[in-house]
């Protein structure tokens, strides 16, 4: 189904609105459609279905409280908020922070499930012309090396570069496939690739409706330790769930961000890291097609559908939001 891109807009936030305000909508809105645009569906419109894990939860929720503060740190009790609006957050207190004293570090605890796609943050906070690094914990779906059961969250790390044109933009997770990505399989009965999860006894399979847990990136202890990483900075450190430990308060995300100033002037700065980016399309490759930066590839799909001013969307995930919030499109 091809639908115009303001459209759809409009559509995800009648359907957010149906659980929460205005402002929150705003927020959360702009979150599931960068997923969509930038051809990661499984931090789009599936986040809308209540049973994924997304922006409604079935618990109950209070305005976040802004519960510890430095003059560089926030700390953020979620109060049981979806990371959908817990995310955008964060992202403006951290830019607040950074932008007034150079650096800025937050934290936040007991929220519900993912933030989304972490690019969307990394972008916009490399467009306040400071440097990021984020990391966003979960409950277990990562087996580490070795494991035959779950320990880790699916556990991404994001970092965003500010460059002209565009930012710099790495975002990866830490497990071998998105969870979500899994979940986006079980929907269209889809099988999995081969070696990225688990099934309840430890076993490796193809079919999402069982599998139970993922691999760590690269099904090894490298992945692991990494995976392991972030279970420290986004969960242990923020005050949230740990290794499966704690579950009551929640997942967490650590956000910092940085100005250059703090070790270079920024106009220099980004004038080194379009550098850099040039020299590395300048480079050879194997197939003569110009090397694409890490990130590169989802904010240039988003911006082609931008421009276009349309996108193609699953028929039957339109079809199931619009019957279950009677919203038409």
């Known amino acids: 189904m091809l639908i115009k891109i303001s459209k759809l807009k409009t559509f995800i936030k009648q359907i957010i609105l149906t659980e929460y ?46 519960i510890h503060k430095t003059k560089v740190s926030t700390l953020i009790d979620s109060k049981g908020n979806p990371g959908f609006l817990v995310g955008p957050l964060a992202m403006q207190e ?17 929220s519900i499930n993912t933030t989304g796609a972490i690019s969307y943050y990394c972008e916009k906070i490399a467009r306040e012309n400071l ?39 790495f975002d990866m997770s830490t497990a071998a496939i998105a969870w979500g990505t899994v979940m986006k399989h079980q929907i269209e009965n889809v099988p999995l690739p081969e070696n990225v999860a688990i099934d309840q006894r430890g076993e490796l399979t193809t079919d999402p409706k069982k599998a139970k847990a993922t691999l760590a990136f690269g099904a090894s202890y490298k992945g692991s330790g990494l995976a392991m990483m972030v279970e420290i900075f986004g969960g242990l450190w923020t005050g949230a769930s740990y290794g499966g430990n704690h579950i009551e308060n929640g997942h967490g ?22 550098e850099l980016v040039e020299i590395l399309h300048s480079k050879k490759t194997k197939d003569n097609k110009k090397l694409r ?37």
């Open 21 to 66: 305000t205005d402002e929150e909508a705003e927020l959360m809105t702009d979150v599931i459609l960068f997923g969509e645009l930038s051809g990661k569906p499984s931090h789009g419109l599936l986040r809308l279905l209540k049973e994924n894990f997304g922006v409604f939860i079935d618990g109950k929720r209070e305005k976040p409280h802004y």
């Open 94 to 110: 951290v830019i607040k922070l950074a932008k007034k004293n150079g650096v800025g570090i937050v934290g936040t605890k007991k």
């Open 131 to 169: 440097l990021c690094i984020i990391f966003p914990q979960s409950y277990p779906l990562i087996a580490p090396f070795n494991s035959k059961t779950a320990l880790f969250g699916t556990n991404p790390i994001g970092f965003g570069i500010p460059a002209d044109p565009k930012p710099i933009i």
């Open 253 to 274: 995300n650590l956000f910092m961000a940085f100005s250059p100033d703090l070790l270079n002037d920024t106009e220099t700065f980004k004038k080194h890291a379009e």
């Open 293 to 329: 930066i890490p990130g590169e590839n989802a904010l240039t799909i988003r911006d082609n559908h931008l421009e276009k001013g349309v996108i193609e969307i699953n028929d039957a995930m339109i079809e199931k939001l619009k019957e279950r919030f009677d919203i038409s499109l």
